[in-house]
């Protein structure tokens, strides 16, 4: 059996570990180390990122210090949809706020059916009803909802990092500053491959031909008239220091850094991805390449790109799943910066490294489905260890306690 995971149970219980790196994207592909999960925690082998992390001598840590509630609270007041049993929740205004319990305890409940789609209905203008709930107090606090979750950003070809972040809109106002574009009059819109003029004309600017499979899922070709680089000869005439824009689109962020380093426009959008840990990323890489965790820090990406007001609620369901401890770390310092500008962030959690960091825990159970649904413990993380019936409390306790000599 060959399992693709980053759980620490899981590892330890493996018979074998292989870890690959040491980095994502080019900068990874590398077997670091091969063994059992004994060896991989005592291994002299500095080359393992993981090792460190599964002998507990190196944890996710947090970017700034712990916030107390001193803002009020953002209140649900007696949620009964499904299991909830009708205590009121509470989640400080300003602070990173982690729910968490076992599956089925109500987490997803109280968060997305009742607080988020209320929010989104008050704050976005969705049509949708709320779970049972008696009121929610302090949604005035708050101007808009941002759910961000591991949903792809695209299903086409078309969509990549570029066009998501807006990335390519500055990209393509630079190139139709180059002296030859302004004598051949070509405009921003001349760099785009979703209009005609200066895109391949016989894939539509997709860069690929779309296959059909007829019962399978459709595969796709590069495309033999402008082998994959979506733009026609003229346009790829325009160069920005020896690159056109399908060179740019081809290179990662950290390589578009450096060319791109005096013009502060597009090194606001590179930074900013360089900052979730994408800087591997090339930039025009097809969503339909992404993985979950590389789409959510996307979405995060963007909005950190945006002026912070300080009055957004942040709402994120289980976003570690699929992560590494150091994409988890990328992850955790994006969501202190979003409570550092001022907002509110509730994250879905199961993971302990982010219960951990938590200022505020909203713990749910003891149980799963009808065993579920009170809320077993609300305060800061220094509390809930001494909780008897939180199932989480104990975990937490255990995690603390370094591992056995070996």
Known sequence: MIVVEHDEDTMRLADEVIEIGPGAGSQGGAILFQGSPAELMRTEARQSVSGPFLARTRRVEKAGKTKKPTDGFLTVREPREHNLKGDDAKFPVGLLTVVTGVSGSGKSTLVNDVLATAAAKKLNGAKAVAGVHRSIENLDFFEKLVQVDQSPIGRSPRSNPATYTKLLDALRNLYAQVPLAKVRGYQASR?????????????????????????????????????????????????????????????TVGDAMQ???????????????????????????????????????????????????GDVLYI?????????????????????????????????EHNLDVVNLADWIIDLGPGGGSAGGEIIYAGGREGIEAVERSLTGTALRRWAEPLPAS
């Open 259 to 309: 060319l791109f380093r005096n013009i502060p426009k597009v090194m606001d959008k590179l930074e900013t991805l360089a900052a979730v840990g994408l800087g591997y990323l090339k930039l025009g890489q097809s969503a339909t390449t992404l993985s979950g965790g590389e789409a959510q820090r996307l979405k995060l990406s963007l909005e950190l790109s945006k002026r912070q007001q």
């Open 191 to 251: 760099f785009s491959f979703n209009v005609r003029g200066g895109r391949c004309e016989k894939c539509q600017g997709d860069g690929a031909i779309k296959l059909d499979m007829q019962f399978m899922a459709n595969a796709y070709a590069p495309c033999p008239s402008c082998e994959g680089k979506r733009f026609n000869r003229e346009t790829l005439e325009v160069l920005f220091h020896g690159h056109s824009i399908a060179d740019v689109l081809d290179m």
């Open 316 to 348: 994120l369901d289980e976003p570690t799943t699929g992560l590494h401890w150091l994409d988890i770390q990328n992850l955790m310092d994006l969501l202190f910066k979003l409570r550092d500008a001022g907002n509110t962030v509730i994250v879905i």
